[in-house]
């Protein structure tokens, strides 16, 4: 019997109680009546009482017949000649010596039993909204136990990361023909890493190793094990392992291990004494310590694989790392397939929606199935349609649409001017992504229209030619507003950013400039899964290089800024043509307007 069980049980027992005195007191108010003493002796003398009972400090008795309904009576004693009055009537008289005791204990101890089990009570509350609870249990682990009917997922459901998944099965099959796989002396793995950018399925493939093996699966993400007392997080790793060691073969996953494995000596306090240093090194000696042949497998799954202890990441603890990458067009297609099994759809082409959507991540793509059905629900359709998919996909890139924010007209004309302008630059230069749609109604993410691009095949090596096409691209917007309306304003300020990071990134990083040579002037910003194009970065080249890059960032940026300008001026009327439709229907396809499918141009000369 729990302790929420045990509660209920002394809750029940505590009301019946309660209502056994109150019944009591309301059956003694019913039939006794409080009269005064003076009373009492003239009843006395009528002979109207029928016996007394004399106590300390009261005198209680009954009547020979009903008074005003009541049969008893109660009134305070007075000294005086009682005895002689009670020995003159007819009346039965006796005298009760009452045993106080008891009852001076239970005026003392009930009220101080009552006060503290309240206290007690609401103590207990608050220390468990503050997660503090169970002060004696604190070294137990909070893993939740999964066992193949809880996980629900199969490698059926994992899709788009086929050799990650080839890997991860030969653990399955290790965990269910031990003998077979170590019939030449192969040892199951320790433990496995699993890394990949947020979203990438690591915490499925997980759910799937175990939902296949069919045995018990101990999940618990890295940050429960560091509590605000020293020493917890190692007795918690010690019970987590105890528990595996009793339910093998099995698999422990822990997510998000970054959060309890980071490199010591990295903290502010410094020392060994910190909580998560302590934690770490248990884990090292439980992972030093475990045979493999128990059956017993370490998961772990993080994104930030760069900050993790050289000691955790050697051979014999982490015997494997799987990295579970963004999926490519392929992948895409399969991951598409795999969340549109519980989708009612139609005339859907999972290839063109793949294409639609490179850099996607598994999470992304759920999302995006699941936009596409809020949105055909919306519009009362029976099922998802392609157009769905189009209006979750600019949803969740462009943000919402606000059809409520209303432009001038002379705003609306510059914003026309410049997405056409990012368009037709696309179009014209050869190696560029097609058009798939241009628009000028305002995002709910701030922008006043948008140009998407559709890219044909996903690309993994980028030449100069590639980037100086893409800066192009980039800044045609800007050339289009000061070639047509011979000014420029404030809307390419996030095309400016993204065309200084790409210069720079060419000069400092791929060593493309032929000024500056075959050299890596800056790291790589960010780490190994994520880039913070605000982190600052180490510099360890002179003032005077310094110097050069920045004049070869300026002069790659303004060199693309004027191909991108006389690139447009060749088409010019293709530019105000496009512009005065895309002003007439707000959104338009190279369907509506050929121009954008035309076949590329040759790039204007350097």
Not at 58 to 86: A, C
Not at 115 to 138: A, E, H, K, L, T
Not at 313 to 341: E, N, S, Y
Not at 519 to 532: C, I, K, M, N, Q
Request: hydrophobic share 45%.
């Amino acid at each position: 019997m729990d302790k929420k069980q045990q509660f209920h049980i002394w809750y029940w027992i505590a009301a019946f109680l309660l209502l056994l005195t109150f019944q009591n007191m309301w059956s003694q108010a019913t039939v006794t009546e409080r009269i005064p003493y003076s009373q009492f002796l003239e009843l006395l003398e009528q002979d109207r009482i029928a016996s007394v009972q004399v106590r300390s400090e009261s005198i209680s008795g009954r009547y020979r017949e009903q008074i005003d309904g009541r049969t008893h009576f109660v009134t305070n004693i007075v000294p005086g000649e009682l005895t002689e009055r009670l020995e003159a009537s007819t009346a039965e008289f006796d005298g009760t010596v009452e045993n106080t005791a008891i009852g001076a204990i239970l005026s003392w101890v009930l009220p101080v039993v009552l006060i503290f089990g309240i206290w007690v009570f609401f103590f207990r509350r608050i220390i468990d909204r503050q997660g503090m609870g169970g002060m004696m249990n604190v070294g137990k682990s909070k893993a939740k136990v999964y066992v193949e009917r809880d996980t629900g997922v199969t490698f059926d459901d994992v899709a788009g990361i086929d050799e990650a998944k080839a890997e991860l099965q030969e653990v399955v099959s290790f965990l269910k023909e031990p003998d077979h796989y170590g019939r030449l002396g192969a040892r199951l793995p320790k433990g496995i890493l699993l890394t990949g950018p947020p979203g990438t399925g690591k915490t499925l493939v997980a759910r799937a190793i175990a939902g296949e093996a069919g045995v018990p699966f101990f999940s618990i993400s890295g940050s429960e094990f560091v509590e605000m007392f020293v020493g917890v997080g190692a007795a918690r790793v010690r019970d987590l392992f105890d528990q595996a060691r009793k339910a093998a073969p099995c698999i422990i996953f822990i997510d998000e291990l970054d959060a309890m494995g980071k490199k010591r000596g990295l903290s502010a306090m410094g020392g060994g004494h910190d909580e998560k240093e302590q934690t770490l090194n248990q884990l090292l000696t439980e992972l030093d310590g475990f045979d493999p042949r128990e059956g017993i497998v370490l998961l772990a799954a993080t994104n930030r694989p760069e900050i993790l202890d050289p000691a955790l990441m050697r051979a014999g603890r982490f015997d494997r790392q799987v990295l579970i990458d963004r999926p490519d067009k392929t992948g895409r297609a399969a991951i598409l397939a795999v969340h549109l099994r519980k989708v009612r759809h139609v005339g859907l082409d999972l290839d063109a929606i793949a294409a639609l959507t490179p850099g996607f991540t598994g999470a992304e793509l759920a999302n995006l199935v699941n936009e596409a059905a809020i949105q055909a629900t919306r519009r009362g359709a029976e099922r998802v349609a392609m157009e769905d998919i189009t209006a979750a996909l600019e949803r969740i890139v462009a943000g919402l649409e606000r059809k409520g924010r209303l432009l001038n007209p002379a705003e609306r004309h510059a914003v026309a001017v410049h997405e056409m302008g990012h368009a037709l630059a696309a179009a014209s230069i050869p190696g560029a992504d097609p058009v798939h749609k241009v628009s000028i109604i305002p995002r709910s993410i701030g922008a006043l229209g948008y140009t998407m691009q559709r890219p044909t095949e996903d690309r993994f090596l980028i030449t100069r030619a590639d980037l100086e096409s893409r800066m192009m691209v980039l800044l045609a917007g800007r050339a289009a507003e000061d070639l047509v309306l011979n000014e420029i304003s404030t809307g390419a300020a996030d095309d400016l950013a993204r065309v200084t990071d790409i210069a720079r990134q060419v000069v400092t990083r791929f060593g493309m400039h032929p000024a500056l040579g075959q050299a890596v002037l800056e790291p790589e910003r960010g780490g190994f899964l994520g880039e913070d194009r605000y982190s600052i970065t180490p510099r360890d080249h002179s003032e005077e290089t310094a110097r050069e890059v920045d004049l070869a960032v300026r002069d790659l940026i303004d060199r693309a800024y004027q191909r991108a300008k006389e690139l447009l001026a060749a088409r010019r009327g293709d530019l105000d043509a496009g512009t005065a439709l895309l002003l007439e229907r707000e959104t338009i396809t190279p369907a509506d307007f050929p121009a954008l499918s035309a076949e590329p141009q040759p790039a204007a000369a350097q």
